[in-house]
């Protein structure tokens, strides 16, 4: 069964720990996730971009394998399902999916047309019993061709979206999606305690989780982040192993060209990376 991801991320908050997000593209993917987090004993969020849940069919479809899946592995850990930089329309047809959470990200909107829109959302996501994640401060790097240059949010716009009841905020500290270069600055922890007491210490999100520094990571866990999102590691976790499978010639070898024979080491890599993220955001025995 899926739940809403605000009773798992208000105990992580208070736990003073954070609840990985992990962004899913396949069966593969899911798979590894899931199963990692019930070998884990870990909450778990699958987070879908609308470019992912194009790719797999829709957003029904997407919602329909996940549940099933969860049914089938009879994985008993908490499950959102959620979507991860949604916009206005992506977030309605979520919901009519059957989503159990979804983030509307309105960041690149004047913050009055976020607010309005972010209104309208809450009263949606909240009516399905869904949680709901807005966004202030654009993330940097790009995310189904919504780029930002990481900029720094304002915490008193963060404190107009979080007064207009959403579960949990993304608000940019200078986090950006994909490989972080090597001229990055850090994370903005002055900027981030000051979001941190501006919304009433609401469960604040990291998006671009990979690549941050294990001690950032903890910093920014003890200043309010409750949720970090993962998904360039996965991928170049699944790349590395699947390349190495093929150069060795595994794929050459008796059946080795099966398609379950050849996306096996990338989804054990996956299934690494979860674990590894999991253990170093505390989440493991939290279910």
């Known amino acids: 069964m899926l739940v809403s991801a605000t009773e798992m991320l208000k105990k992580a908050r208070d736990g003073h720990y954070a609840v990985g997000q992990f962004n899913i593209n396949n069966l593969e993917w899911t798979k590894a996730v899931l199963l990692t987090a019930e070998e884990l004993k870990s909450p778990v969020i699958l987070g879908v971009s609308e470019g992912a849940g194009k790719y797999m069919t829709g957003f029904k479809t997407v919602a329909a394998m996940v549940k099933a899946m969860v049914e089938t ?20 047809a979520c919901v009519e999916a059957g989503f159990s959470s979804i983030m509307f990200d309105g960041s690149h909107y004047p913050i009055e047309e976020n607010i309005a829109k972010t209104t309208e959302l809450v009263a949606l996501a909240h009516a399905n019993g869904l949680s709901i994640e807005a966004e202030v401060g654009s ?41 972080y270069p090597a001229n990055w600055k850090g994370l903005d922890f002055e900027a981030l305690d000051k979001i941190h007491n501006a919304t009433d210490h609401i469960p604040l999100v990291l998006h671009g989780g990979t690549g941050i520094p ?20 996965c991928q170049l976790s699944f790349a590395a192993a699947t390349r190495k499978y093929i150069e060795e010639g595994k794929d050459q070898q008796g059946k080795g060209f099966d398609p379950r024979k050849l996306l096996a080491p990338g989804t054990e890599a996956i299934k690494a990376t979860v674990k590894e993220k999991m253990e170093l955001f505390g989440s493991v025995g939290k279910a």
Not at 82 to 92: F, M, N, R, V
Request: charged share 20%; glycine share 14%.
């Open 214 to 233: 294990a001690d950032m990571i903890k910093k920014a866990i003890s200043l309010g982040v409750s949720k970090i999102n993962v998904n360039t590691e």
């Open 73 to 92: 592995l009879n994985i008993t850990v908490p499950v959102a399902l959620h979507l991860d930089h949604g916009t206005y329309e992506g977030a309605k």
């Open 139 to 179: 993330i940097g790097g790009e995310e189904d061709g919504v780029i930002g240059a990481g900029e720094v949010a304002d915490p008193e716009e963060c404190a107009k979206i979080t007064s207009l009841g959403i579960d949990f905020l993304a608000a940019g500290i200078g986090n950006i999606h994909g490989v």
